[in-house]
């Protein structure tokens, strides 16, 4: 089953599955996820059903958001519908976006890189779309950094990815800071499981 397949299975459960997360401190992690966003064109990877739209700062800001899912974007289009949200909704791997270098002024992701099949790639990708001047918002979750818990994440990790597909046990910041990017913020959200990274492009790579 490729991703798009999976994902549009996904579809049909994905807000229930996203509702322990918002139960732990979700909604406020969105908060800060988009407090911070500035004005121009932004790019949201991986949009899913449109989960981040109510946080979404309206004025001087066009949104763009992508997803591999058809299915996905389906129940995005709704929401957006639904809240009165201006988003360009598009069908796109993430790891081969179609937009020209330098095309934003900001790009978001939220859980994104725990699922998309190339987490480097789709970070280069998002590297090359966005300004020099710019920055990237994650809200992302990840392996604990040592001791115990990381191990158990690294055992159960097989089956959280084949049954919901999000891979627990990645290294998600090294991936950040890896991939040509300097980190300007970071914030832990639980514990250092889920965390706020604000990044931009590192100048010296």
Request: with cysteine; charged share 30%; glycine share 8%.
């Amino acid at each position: 089953m490729d991703a798009r397949e999976k994902w549009d299975r996904t579809s049909r459960f994905y807000d229930l599955w996203a509702a322990p997360m918002e139960a732990m401190g979700g909604r406020e992690w969105r908060k800060t996820l988009f407090a911070g966003l500035p004005r121009g064109r932004i790019l949201e990877i991986g949009v899913g059903t449109g989960i981040n739209f109510e946080y979404y700062p309206d004025s001087g800001r066009e949104y763009t958001g992508i997803d591999i899912s058809p299915k996905m974007l389906a129940k995005a289009a709704a929401r957006a519908r639904e809240l009165g949200t201006k988003v360009h909704l598009v069908e796109m791997d993430a790891s081969r976006l179609e937009f020209p270098d330098d095309s934003f002024d900001a790009v978001v992701t939220a859980c994104v890189l725990c699922s998309v099949p190339d987490p480097e790639g789709t970070l280069s990708e998002i590297r090359r779309v966005l300004k020099n001047s710019g920055s990237v918002y994650f809200l992302e979750h990840m392996r604990p950094d040592g001791g115990l818990l990381g191990r158990v994440f690294d055992i159960i990790n097989p089956a959280t990815a084949a049954l919901i597909g999000f891979n627990i046990n990645r290294r998600t910041a090294e991936s950040i800071r890896n991939t040509g990017f300097a980190v300007t913020e970071e914030k832990h959200l639980l514990r250092d499981i889920f965390r706020f990274i604000k990044a931009g492009p590192n100048k010296q790579v």
